[in-house]
């Protein structure tokens, strides 16, 4: 049965319940936005009314049976998958979800070692056995891409007994790769593929955009339709795709890891997001390249930068700004200071995300990047990092298990005193929230050498403002 998708069940429903003005005697205390401070209150009043509960007729996300169900069937119809769970988590949620649901303790799995924090934490939950696959540099990208499928292919030849596949498509920059080709090497050896397709929802569009990793065959799939959708922000999707993973166990650790108060406003804008890829049209989507090849234009003139193309097979909404004798954060500050916010900045790129719309301030974004011209042309250079070799091994276990790190004792010593010794934390520039260091990896003079240098440019680490120590297991030490 082909369901309309311009319906939006469960925003309909919440509008329909908030018009009826009901008497609250229930949860959550804003009453309805009645009660709210004055000065917030312009900001919220809008949504309030439908920031609302698991009352009668509203449904339940952690057992639906009504519009909640009736909005998760459109999206899985959508999406052309077996079953899609709204998510109030984000992609985290599922990407912890995903991995407890399949992945045993003690289970070896095959992770790209270039994946989100959330990832690594959902493994360490989970007490598996990763072995990392290094991605590899890109000399005309200027950083680390994806794996590649030789790398997998000796992982998977030198580890038998892997049960999962953990990857990322696409990675933050929107750059895809040959996904189909590893999904049907796992398959053929009765591996079970994950992928984090936080940056990706929009792939449901079809050409000109990369096929998603549903097309491509993968038996889970989460999406972040914040991202790019017009979803707000949390709001995202688990998809499952085939039937070598377990619904129940999906079900079991999907209710375990959200909240047991979700919050309506996020789950209905799930329902409005799969609204708007569904009925978005090829009209709209040329309207919203042309934005983005007048926006790239624009880019082209700054000193110091260089737009990287678009290469066929990526995303075109992504645009990539590689800088020489200027830091990434230094030219992201910039343009901060100009009003102008990129998504994120490196060591050697800043990111723009431009979305599925096209952009309706091109001459304040031009008067914007005439002043910016002026400063860049006064400006110093400065020496860059080399992180070319950043990996040591394409394929590499972490020096201790997660069991065995939970017996140790953990000390905080300097990076120098740091080199060689097991690290106990994960030591993560955010954005994007990668892992410089793994926990349980043994730290190396690279690590520090490139730390000091991310620190010394203005990167900005997660849980330390400028850090000059870190943690460490000192019962284990490599010798030299």
Known sequence: MTLDQRQTPLFDKLKQFSQQRPMSFHVPGHKNGHVFPKDARKYFSEILPIDLTELTNLDDLHAPHGVIKEAERLAKQYFNTMHTYFLIGGSTVGNLAMILATCLEGETVIVQ??????????????????VFIAPSYDKYMYRYTHPRIETLKQAIKDHPETKVLILTYPDYFGHTYVLKEMIQLAHAHEIIVLIDEAHGV??????????????????IVVQSAHKMAPAMTMASFLHVNSSRVSKNRLSHYLQMLQSSSPSYPLLASLDIARYFLANLTSEDIEKTLQSVNEIRSMLKSLPYC??????????????T??????SGYEIAKLFEQEGIYPELATHNQVLFIHGLHP????????????????????????????????????????????QMMNTLQVNNVSFKQ??????????????PGIPLILKGETITEEHITIMEQLIKQGANFQQRKRPTTMNVFTDVKEKK
Do not use: C, W
Not at 113 to 128: C, F
Not at 321 to 326: K, N
């Open 202 to 219: 929009h792939f449901s569009l079809g050409e000109p955009f990369p096929p998603s990793a549903l097309e491509l065959g993968a038996d």
């Open 321 to 326: 700004l590689h800088v020489e004798g200027i």
């Open 113 to 130: 070692r270039n994946s989100h924090k959330s990832i690594m934490n959902g493994l360490e939950m989970a007490k598996a056995n990763p």
């Open 306 to 319: 260089e737009v990287l193309p678009i290469i066929k097979g990526d995303d075109p909404t992504k645009l």
């Open 359 to 402: 952009f309706n301030r091109l001459d304040d974004l031009k008067k914007s990047l005439n002043r910016l011209k002026l400063q860049l042309k006064s400006h110093s250079n400065h020496d860059t990092i080399d992180v070319t070799n950043l990996f040591s091994s394409n394929v590499q276990s972490l020096a201790l298990s997660y």
């Open 418 to 431: 740091a080199i060689g010794y097991v690290a106990a934390e994960a030591i993560i520039p955010y954005p």
